[in-house]
């Protein structure tokens, strides 16, 4: 079966500290991977997308990037946190544009960050 | 672009009583449709999806939704709700299978006795 695992799941940061949170998919070839940011209130945003090794957009403009150096790891970073950039971030897969799929997000557990 | 509109924010019902969520959203053509539940801290269980066939769909842990094109929404409902259902409840929608999904804002269910 697959399993997607992301961490870490709980992070306190500094203004102006760097980024990194992962997230790898078990149990699948490849398949389309995301990042989403929730904070209160606004629902869950889409910041990225990759459906393959080394290709990534970009929804929103921000201070945060991804890279997919793997077909199952999906990185994302900043070089310089801000305030705004604290909230719940949630890695997600679905099956990919080789394989039949309804389209449905697997979620991880999401990353907490609190920037201070 | 595509939207999705959650109305409700917030929802209480009573233990045992009828539960409806709304969903609308903004697309031209018949979209994929999901509803995705959240407990507290942890990440998003997929309820039920609809993409084509019958516009009633049954999902997950008593849930059911249906699907109206001409009103283009598409409700979540159970007929008793449970204290374990209090969660944060999302619709979501998608171009296609291929496609990102769209995400509502959310309507939190807490349930009292």
């Given at each position: 079966?697959?399993?997607?695992?992301?961490?870490?799941?709980?992070?306190?940061?500094?203004?102006?500290?760097?980024?990194?949170?992962?997230?790898?998919?078990?149990?699948?070839?490849?398949?389309?991977?995301?990042?989403?940011?929730?904070?209160?209130?606004?629902?869950?945003?889409?910041?990225?997308?990759?459906?393959?090794?080394g290709?990534?957009?970009?929804?929103?403009?921000?201070?945060?990037?991804?890279?997919?150096?793997?077909?199952?790891?999906?990185?994302?970073?900043?070089?310089?946190?801000?305030?705004?950039?604290?909230?719940?971030?949630?890695?997600?897969?679905?099956?990919?544009?080789?394989?039949?799929?309804?389209?449905?997000?697997f979620?991880g557990?999401?990353?907490?960050?609190?920037?201070? | 672009?595509?939207?999705v509109?959650?109305?409700?924010?917030?929802?209480?019902?009573?233990?045992?009583?009828?539960?409806?969520?709304?969903?609308?959203?903004?697309?031209?053509?018949?979209?994929?449709?999901?509803?995705?539940?959240?407990?507290?801290?942890?990440?998003?269980?997929?309820?039920?999806?609809?993409?084509?066939?019958?516009?009633?769909v049954?999902?997950?842990?008593?849930?059911?939704?249906?699907?109206?094109?001409?009103?283009?929404?598409?409700?979540?409902?159970?007929?008793?709700?449970?204290?374990?259902?209090?969660?944060?409840?999302?619709?979501?929608?998608?171009?296609?299978?291929?496609?990102?999904?769209?995400?509502?804002?959310?309507?939190?269910?807490?349930?009292?006795?």
């Amino acid at each position: 079966s697959q399993t997607i695992h992301q961490w870490p799941a709980t992070l306190v940061q500094p203004v102006g500290s760097p980024l990194s949170l992962e997230c790898t998919v078990e149990g699948t070839s490849n398949p389309n991977l995301y990042w989403y940011r929730q904070a209160a209130g606004r629902g869950l945003q889409l910041l990225f997308y990759s459906v393959g090794i080394g290709q990534i957009s970009s929804e929103v403009p921000q201070n945060l990037s991804a890279s997919r150096p793997q077909d199952r790891q999906f990185i994302l970073s900043s070089k310089k946190l801000l305030l705004s950039d604290s909230g719940f971030y949630l890695c997600a897969w679905s099956t990919g544009l080789a394989g039949k799929t309804t389209g449905e997000l697997f979620f991880g557990e999401g990353s907490r960050l609190t920037v201070l | 672009a595509q939207s999705v509109t959650q109305p409700d924010i917030h929802i209480t019902v009573s233990e045992g009583a009828s539960l409806e969520l709304r969903c609308n959203y903004s697309y031209g053509a018949t979209p994929y449709l999901f509803w995705y539940v959240q407990s507290p801290g942890q990440g998003l269980q997929l309820l039920l999806k609809y993409f084509s066939g019958d516009t009633l769909v049954q999902g997950i842990k008593g849930f059911e939704a249906e699907f109206k094109r001409s009103q283009s929404s598409f409700n979540l409902r159970k007929p008793s709700v449970h204290w374990s259902d209090a969660a944060e409840y999302f619709c979501a929608v998608a171009l296609s299978g291929n496609t990102p999904l769209v995400f509502g804002k959310g309507t939190r269910l807490s349930v009292i006795a």
